[in-house]
């Protein structure tokens, strides 16, 4: 008699993933990553305009990137979701312009990432699945090969941007 294949091994993981202990796991290294955060969104704001920032670019795309996947799939509230794809995005395009920084951009960015943090512990399990995609976007801006196709166009859930034209043909 065959065994049945372990097609449940996928089921069994994303239920270890969703436990109480994977969640405070997650929760405890995201806030250990917050800590990290605010030096990073604090530099953006001393930053020279047109300096050669790999380290910033890269270490932005990570925190953001983390950010703006959860906000795909959690509740965002207010404009934080384009707001944070948007951030993602020019934090790339500087990256594509040499490493360049554009401090006008600091204070966006700071805020992006203010949002980005609290965004990740709305859904820990989520933001630590994202990491690794985080991370290998902030490896090639590290190694120059970064593209700004390497973000995604932003997708708004259906129900955002319906903007109520339903109810008003009702």
Do not use: Y
Not at 11 to 34: C, F, G, H, K, N
Not at 88 to 102: I, Y
Not at 128 to 157: F, Q, S, T, W, Y
Request: glycine share 6%; proline share 6%; hydrophobic share 45%.
């Amino acid at each position: 008699m065959k065994r049945k294949a372990r097609g449940k091994r996928i089921d069994r993981t994303e239920r270890a993933l969703t436990s109480p202990v994977a969640r405070a796991i997650a929760r405890r290294e995201l806030e250990a990553l917050q800590a990290h955060m605010a030096t990073l969104a604090a530099t953006c704001l001393q930053v020279p305009h047109e300096s050669e920032q790999r380290d910033l670019l890269a270490g932005l795309a990570f925190m953001i990137g983390i950010g703006a996947e959860v906000a795909q799939v959690v509740p965002v509230l207010g404009d934080n979701r384009p707001g944070l794809h948007q951030a993602l995005q020019e934090v790339v395009r500087m990256a594509c312009d040499g490493c360049r920084w554009c401090a006008p951009w600091a204070a966006q960015l700071h805020l992006a990432m203010e949002v980005s943090a609290e965004v990740m512990l709305d859904d820990p399990i989520w933001a630590m699945k994202v990491i690794p995609g985080a991370r290998r976007l902030a490896a090639d801006i590290m190694a120059g090969h970064v593209r700004p196709e390497d973000v995604a166009p932003l997708e708004l859930p259906a129900h955002l941007t319906d903007c109520g034209h339903e109810q008003q043909r009702a």
